[in-house]
């Protein structure tokens, strides 16, 4: 089956800091999203993004979907932005395979 | 417009008994998906209902089973529950195409013992 690869495992970052997280994946897929897992456990849905670049306040996110990766840029960081981020692909009707994550921690 | 609902929150079970997770939709989503969350295997596809029928299974055993209700609302249950069981069940539901946006409830945390 697919596999979906995300970097860095882990990123420390103090608040302000910029960063990007990689998501890689070996194969062709209908469409990707990332995701945002808070503390409690919830994924809050950031990006549907098969292809391109869109953006979302201090988020935004890119697709290159003939390269096979997706790249997640967080600006200015705040230590809400901490959790655990998530990348999806889908392979068909609604299931999704889950990259590793990446968990960030961003400290004042 | 309310999110996606989970109950119960916390389970805790002993092994050899069976579990019935539920979750409610938002309103006018038809697709209702579940995912087990565990640190080893971390997100895994569980199953996808759509209109009270299943679409599409993930690689779990006959125990793991769940149903759709007409007003889209979803259960799955376990049975016979093993320790490997523990995990965070989250559920998720988009209006209905194939390929759409998911937005996931709070998840109910179960522990087996």
């Known amino acids: 089956g697919i596999q979906v690869e995300q970097s860095p495992p882990d990123l420390i970052l103090q608040e302000g800091a910029n960063s990007t997280l990689r998501c890689n994946f070996s194969d062709s897929v209908n469409n990707l999203q990332w995701f945002h897992q808070n503390p409690w456990g919830q994924l809050i849905n950031l990006f549907y993004?098969?292809?391109g670049t869109k953006q979302n306040g201090r988020l935004s996110a890119t697709t290159v979907a003939t390269e096979r990766y997706s790249l997640l840029y967080i600006s200015s960081s705040q230590t809400t932005d901490s959790g655990v981020y998530f990348c999806a692909v889908n392979t068909g009707f609604q299931k999704l395979v889950f990259g590793t994550g990446t968990r960030l921690l961003v400290s004042p | 417009k309310a999110g996606v609902t989970q109950t119960p929150r916390y389970l805790i079970k002993t092994r050899g008994q069976q579990v019935t997770l539920s979750c409610s939709p938002i309103s006018g989503h038809r697709s209702v998906s579940w995912y087990q969350q565990t640190p080893g295997q971390g997100l895994q596809f569980l199953f996808e209902?759509?209109?009270?029928?299943?679409?599409n299974k993930g690689n779990f055993p006959g125990r793991f089973s769940g149903r759709q209700f007409s007003n889209s609302r979803s259960e799955m249950n376990v049975s016979t529950l093993e320790l490997g069981d523990s995990a965070l069940y989250l559920c998720?539901?988009?209006?209905?195409?194939?390929?759409?946006?998911?937005?996931f409830g709070s998840g109910t945390q179960l522990s087996v013992l």
């Open positions: 209902y759509f209109s009270e029928t299943q679409r």
């Open positions: 993004i098969p292809s």
């Open positions: 998720a539901s988009s209006q209905a195409g194939a390929g759409e946006k998911l937005f």
